[in-house]
C-alpha cells in the first residue's frame, strides 16, 4: 500500500470570468445570493431593484458594476434599464415578483392581472430584450416554484401560473436560441420574501421543514443560487425546469 500523499486538485479559473450577470431583483435574497456566488466565480454583477437604499447596501458587498432602482413591472422602465446598459452582457436571472394567494373568486380583474405579471409578463418583457443584449450561448433564467404545483383551497391563481411557467419558458428557449433559457423551480427558501409572508409563523414552518425534508434542513438561498450558476455554466441545459426544494415534494 503505497504511503505516498495524493496530489492536490489543479486550481481551477472562475468559471464565470470576464462575463457579466444582471440580476433583476438583485438587492435581497435568491437575487442577492446569485449574484454574491456568480461575483466569487469571477463575474462582472448588475444588480436592480426597487428600494434604492437596499440596493446600493447590496452593491457594496457584491462590488456590483452599477445598479438601477427601477419597477420591473413598468415595460418602460425595463426597455430604458436595458437601453441604457454599456455593452453586452452574459446571464440576466430574474427574481422580481412574488406568490400571490387568495381565492380565484376574491380576485378582481387588476388583482388577477399582477398575479400573473409577477411571472410571465416580467419574464417576457425581459426576454424581448434579452434578444439584442445577452450574447450567443448566454442564459435567462427565470424564477418559479413548486408550493402550488398540488391545487388547495386558498392558493388561487398560483397553480395556473405555477403550471404554465415550464411550457411558457421551453416556448422562450426555442424563440430565443442560442441564448438559454431556464426555469428554477424552489420550495420554501428562507429569505426576507419568505419572513414578510409568514410572519409569526416563521419559526414554526423552519422547524417543521427541518423535522421533515430529506435533507433534514431548510433550503437557503445559497442553495438556489448555486444551482443558478451551474445553469449559467453548462451549455447543454435550455428549456427545462429545475427542482430544489430539498424533497418538499415528497413529504407535503
Known amino acids: 500500500m503505497s504511503s505516498e500523499p ?19 431583483g438583485g ?3 435568491i437575487g442577492l445570493a446569485t449574484a454574491r456566488h456568480a461575483r466569487a466565480e469571477g463575474a ?19 462590488d456590483a458594476v452599477s445598479t438601477a432602482s427601477f419597477d420591473a413591472h413598468d415595460a418602460a422602465q425595463v426597455a430604458r434599464f436595458f437601453q441604457e446598459l454599456s455593452g453586452p452582457v452574459d446571464h440576466v436571472l430574474v427574481t422580481a415578483g ?24 416580467v419574464a417576457l418583457e425581459v426576454a424581448r430584450h434579452c434578444v439584442d443584449t445577452v450574447r450567443p450561448g448566454g442564459t435567462l433564467l427565470l424564477l418559479g416554484g413548486t408550493g402550488a404545483r398540488r391545487v388547495r383551497a386558498g392558493l388561487g391563481i398560483a397553480p395556473a401560473v405555477t403550471a404554465a411557467m415550464p411550457a411558457f419558458t421551453a416556448g422562450l428557449a426555442l424563440e430565443l436560441a442560442p441564448i438559454r433559457v431556464n426555469l428554477i423551480a424552489a420550495g420554501f ?16 414552518r423552519r422547524e417543521k421543514l427541518r423535522e421533515t425534508l430529506p435533507i433534514g434542513r431548510v433550503v437557503g438561498p445559497a ?27 415528497l413529504t407535503d
Open 98 to 121: 412574488g406568490p400571490s394567494y387568495g381565492r380565484l373568486l376574491d380576485l378582481d380583474a387588476e388583482r388577477a392581472r399582477r398575479a400573473i405579471s409577477d411571472h410571465m409578463v
Open 223 to 249: 442553495d438556489v443560487a448555486a444551482l443558478a450558476v451551474h445553469l449559467m455554466t453548462n451549455t447543454a441545459l435550455t428549456g427545462a425546469t429545475y427542482d430544489i426544494d430539498g424533497g418538499q415534494q
Open 44 to 62: 462582472d454583477v448588475i444588480i436592480t431593484g426597487r428600494n434604492a437604499d437596499r440596493l446600493r447596501t447590496a452593491a457594496r458587498e457584491v
Open 189 to 204: 427558501v428562507d429569505t426576507p420574501l419568505s419572513a414578510r409572508l409568514l410572519g409569526e409563523e416563521l419559526d414554526a
Open 6 to 24: 495524493s496530489a492536490a486538485p489543479a486550481p481551477r479559473d472562475p468559471a464565470l470570468l470576464g462575463q457579466t450577470l444582471v440580476v433583476i
Open 27 to 29: 438587492s435581497a435574497g
